[in-house]
């Protein structure tokens, strides 16, 4: 099945910058689509930014302006750079990946209950 290992989270101060990275590997479909979700304690999951189908950098709208999503085709990895960080952006951030025969074509980069791939998490902390 397919695996995905993050790395990059750590611990930095409010206004800093952190790059995470995410690596799939031992995949055996197309990849459709892959995004970053986070989720601090006593809170619900929510959407960071994504990759769509088409190649589309998808944006949570706190996240705009401050947060940057790319990926290498290659390699199959997932970036997400982060700047500005504020105190509130502290929380598990977890790598998601799409791969199916068939994809859809809507986009899903954004909606957690599309993935069927999860990584296990990097923790990101900013102090203030």
């Known amino acids: 099945q397919v695996q995905l290992v993050e790395s990059g989270g750590g611990s930095v101060q409010a206004g800093g910058s952190l790059r995470l990275s995410c690596a799939a590997s031992?995949?055996?479909?197309?990849?459709?689509?892959m995004g970053w979700f986070r989720q601090a304690p006593g809170k619900e999951r929510e959407a960071v930014a994504g990759i769509d189908y088409y190649g589309s950098a998808l944006y949570a709208d706190s996240m705009k302006g401050r947060f940057t999503v790319s990926q290498d085709n290659i390699k199959n990895t997932l970036y997400l750079q982060m700047d500005s960080l504020k105190p509130e952006d502290t929380a598990m951030y977890y790598c998601a990946a799409n791969f199916r025969r068939v994809c859809p074509t809507r986009n899903r980069a954004l909606v957690d209950d599309e993935y069927n791939y999860w990584g296990q998490g990097t923790q990101v902390t900013v102090s203030s």
């Open positions: 031992r995949y055996t479909y197309s990849r459709c689509f």
